[in-house]
Structures are given as structure tokens and as C-alpha cells.
């Protein structure tokens, strides 16, 4: 735990990685082994830690908030053509449950197609650098998702199951902004809760506001501010898979000060249609099964309905087993 209510995460340097480096390269392989380590004790104990990545400097940083920026100043009738097949990945607006929380979605944003979509949606007259810069920032996100999601499997001797849960993974990027509070108005951002997905790469700009409830404890804690550290979250359903052994962490947004808060996420998630389980070498007498099958288009649909309470672990809410 760290002074003054903030939380002291672990800082994984993947710096010296590159997913498409030859893995039999010998300072490859020990820098590789050394950060699979730390990133299963950080996420059984932790949930989450912050990377320090290469290929993301600090003038493309500066160049993607500045866009962020900009899309938030265009009309609403424009950032309403942001629209998606998957509920919650398109625009959402200032809503009476969020009313500080804005936010747009780009699908599968590492393709360059996609996200040229994007910005010719909310710049007709076409937006080649803005779309350059997002795609060069989100193929770098998902390279590191990759890694991480690579040494999770290899650690639990899982790497024949890896490809499949590869083919099983879609992304989309949330490109959001919170406005300062005005007097009297709730601090809260976003409400307390865990990613549903599969796994989470978090930047905030300038603003703090991310916090983060340790496992089994009630105290809120602050992410300390880094423009060059990202906060990867394990989410449920990278749970589900593996039935329970890594710990995905509630979190939460508070806004405080005059300032609007501009932040982004890579969330890897599910892709809907397929049935998600735990796989078979986690499950034994030990380690009895946590989680029932599911669809993530179904749980998606429970999870929307209108009028039911907000669960903290929303997928443990909806197929998670009690012994």
C-alpha cells in the first residue's frame, strides 16, 4: 500500500519485448521468463499492474489525447454517428447514472480500415494523421495484450489452448472524458466494478481519477499519474478460463478539481456467439468449478437490463457457482 491513499503497484518493464521477436533469442527468453513472474504475482495478488512499453512515445501519446480532444469538441449529432453492433461500444453521452462519464468506441481499432471508418464518421472530409496515430497506438496495445495474455497461458502450461482463446478475443478502444464536477455534483466518474472482458489496458492524462480496491479489503486507492505507465486489469472472464486462480479487481473512477479528465482503454473481450468455460486442466479436486458456461451476447444482455442493480463482479453474478 502506498502514502497519502495512493497504491504502490508493481512497474513491469516489457520495454526489451516485441511479440514478433524470434522467442528462442537468448536475452528473448530471459527477459521473458523474468517478467512472466512478475505478471502472475502481480495479478493473483494485485489483479493489475503498470507497463512500461516501448513504441508508444511520448509525442504519439501527446498526438492521440490531442485527437481525444478534438472528437469531444465536435457536435453531438457527430459523435452520434459513433455507433456499434455491441451495446456499450459506441458513443455514450453524459447519461443520468454517469453524468460526468463521456465516451466513444472504435472496433477492432488495430486494423487500419477500422479505424479510417472512424474518422471519416466524425471527419467527413477524411482525418489521415489522427487515424494513423490511433492505429500505430492500438496495434502497440494489443502487441503487449498479446504477451501478456501469452505468459498467463504458458505459466498454467495452457499454450495448446492459446490460439484458440486468441481466436476467441475481439478489442475495441473507449477514447473517454469526464468533465470536472460543478459544485454539489458527485465526484463519481464510473461506478465501482470489475471488467467483465478478458483483459484491460488503462492510460489516464493529466487528471488522476482511477482507483483501485485491494483484494479482500474496503479501502480505495488512488493510481498514482504516469503518462509513460499503462495499468493492465485482468478481467472476469480471463477468470472463467482459468477457473478462479488470478483475481480481477474492482475499480473505479473519481473526478475531483476543475479539470476535464481525458483517459483511453484497449479492452479485450469475448467475441459473442461462442460458449466461454473454464479450461479443462484447471478444474479438478482442488479446484472445483467456479464458473458455469456461458455466452458473452448473452451475459451482455443481462447485464443492460433495464432497471437490475449494478454488480460489482458482474460475471460471477451471472454463472458463478456457490459451494
Same mark, same amino acid.
Given at each position: 500500500?502506498?502514502?497519502?491513499?495512493?497504491?504502490?503497484? &508493481?512497474?513491469?518493464?516489457?520495454?526489451?519485448?516485441?511479440?514478433?521477436?524470434? &522467442?528462442?533469442a *537468448? $536475452?528473448?527468453?530471459?527477459?521473458?521468463?523474468?517478467?512472466?513472474?512478475?505478471? #502472475?504475482?502481480?495479478?493473483?495478488?494485485?489483479?493489475?499492474?503498470?507497463?512500461?512499453?516501448?513504441?508508444?512515445?511520448?509525442?504519439? /501519446?501527446?498526438?492521440?489525447?490531442g485527437?481525444?480532444?478534438?472528437?469531444?469538441?465536435?457536435?453531438?449529432?457527430?459523435?452520434?454517428?459513433?455507433?456499434? *453492433?455491441?451495446?456499450?461500444?459506441?458513443?455514450?453521452?453524459?447519461?443520468?447514472?454517469?453524468? #460526468?462519464?463521456?465516451?466513444?468506441g472504435?472496433?477492432? &481499432?488495430?486494423?487500419?480500415?477500422?479505424?479510417?471508418?472512424? +474518422?471519416?464518421?466524425?471527419?467527413?472530409?477524411?482525418? &489521415?494523421?489522427?487515424? /494513423?496515430?490511433?492505429?500505430?497506438?492500438?496495434?502497440?496495445?494489443?502487441?503487449?495484450?498479446?504477451?501478456?495474455k501469452?505468459?498467463?497461458?504458458?505459466?498454467?502450461?495452457?499454450?495448446k489452448? #492459446? /490460439?484458440?482463446h486468441?481466436?476467441?478475443?475481439?478489442?475495441?478502444l473507449? =477514447?473517454?472524458?469526464?468533465?470536472?464536477?460543478?459544485? $454539489?455534483? +458527485?465526484?463519481?466518474?464510473?461506478?465501482?466494478?470489475?471488467?467483465?472482458?478478458?483483459? *484491460?489496458?488503462?492510460?489516464?492524462?493529466?487528471?488522476?481519477?482511477?482507483?483501485?480496491?485491494?483484494?479482500?479489503?474496503?479501502?480505495?486507492?488512488?493510481v498514482?499519474?504516469?503518462?509513460?505507465? %499503462?495499468?493492465?486489469?485482468?478481467?472476469?472472464? =480471463? /477468470?472463467v478460463?482459468l477457473?478462479?486462480?488470478?483475481?480481477?479487481?474492482?475499480?473505479?473512477v473519481?473526478?475531483?478539481?476543475?479539470?476535464?479528465?481525458?483517459? =483511453?482503454a484497449?479492452?479485450?473481450?469475448p467475441?459473442?456467439?461462442?460458449?466461454?468455460?473454464?479450461?479443462e486442466?484447471?478444474v479438478?479436486?482442488?479446484?472445483?468449478l467456479?464458473?458455469?458456461? %456461458?455466452?458473452?451476447?448473452? %451475459?451482455?444482455?443481462?447485464?443492460? +437490463?433495464?432497471?437490475?442493480?449494478?454488480?460489482?463482479?458482474?460475471?460471477?453474478?451471472?454463472?458463478?457457482?456457490?459451494?
Amino acid at each position: 500500500m502506498g502514502s497519502d491513499g495512493y497504491i504502490q503497484l &508493481p512497474v513491469i518493464d516489457f520495454s526489451m519485448l516485441n511479440y514478433n521477436q524470434n &522467442p528462442e533469442a *537468448t $536475452n528473448h527468453l530471459l527477459h521473458w521468463d523474468s517478467i512472466k513472474t512478475q505478471v #502472475l504475482e502481480s495479478l493473483q495478488k494485485y489483479g493489475c499492474f503498470q507497463a512500461s512499453i516501448d513504441g508508444v512515445p511520448p509525442e504519439l /501519446n501527446e498526438a492521440v489525447y490531442g485527437a481525444i480532444k478534438q472528437l469531444y469538441e465536435l457536435p453531438l449529432e457527430v459523435k452520434s454517428k459513433n455507433v456499434s *453492433t455491441t451495446m456499450f461500444n459506441g458513443y455514450i453521452g453524459n447519461s443520468t447514472p454517469l453524468p #460526468l462519464y463521456e465516451s466513444m468506441g472504435i472496433d477492432e &481499432p488495430y486494423v487500419h480500415q477500422q479505424v479510417e471508418n472512424f +474518422t471519416n464518421l466524425m471527419w467527413p472530409q477524411g482525418n &489521415p494523421q489522427v487515424c /494513423n496515430d490511433i492505429h500505430i497506438y492500438s496495434k502497440k496495445l494489443r502487441e503487449v495484450e498479446l504477451m501478456v495474455k501469452k505468459m498467463v497461458f504458458e505459466i498454467f502450461d495452457l499454450e495448446k489452448h #492459446l /490460439n484458440e482463446h486468441i481466436e476467441l478475443t475481439t478489442y475495441v478502444l473507449k =477514447l473517454m472524458k469526464y468533465r470536472a464536477p460543478k459544485p $454539489n455534483e +458527485t465526484y463519481l466518474g464510473l461506478h465501482p466494478h470489475a471488467d467483465a472482458g478478458i483483459m *484491460t489496458i488503462l492510460h489516464q492524462n493529466e487528471v488522476e481519477g482511477l482507483e483501485i480496491q485491494m483484494k479482500d479489503e474496503e479501502e480505495w486507492l488512488k493510481v498514482k499519474l504516469s503518462p509513460n505507465l %499503462f495499468t493492465i486489469m485482468a478481467g472476469e472472464t =480471463l /477468470n472463467v478460463w482459468l477457473n478462479g486462480r488470478l483475481h480481477a479487481p474492482l475499480h473505479r473512477v473519481m473526478l475531483k478539481g476543475n479539470t476535464d479528465r481525458f483517459s =483511453l482503454a484497449l479492452f479485450a473481450l469475448p467475441k459473442i456467439g461462442y460458449t466461454l468455460k473454464a479450461v479443462e486442466e484447471m478444474v479438478d479436486e482442488e479446484h472445483p468449478l467456479l464458473f458455469k458456461p %456461458f455466452d458473452y451476447g448473452e %451475459f451482455v444482455k443481462f447485464l443492460f +437490463t433495464v432497471g437490475r442493480p449494478i454488480d460489482k463482479f458482474a460475471v460471477k453474478s451471472y454463472c458463478g457457482i456457490s459451494y
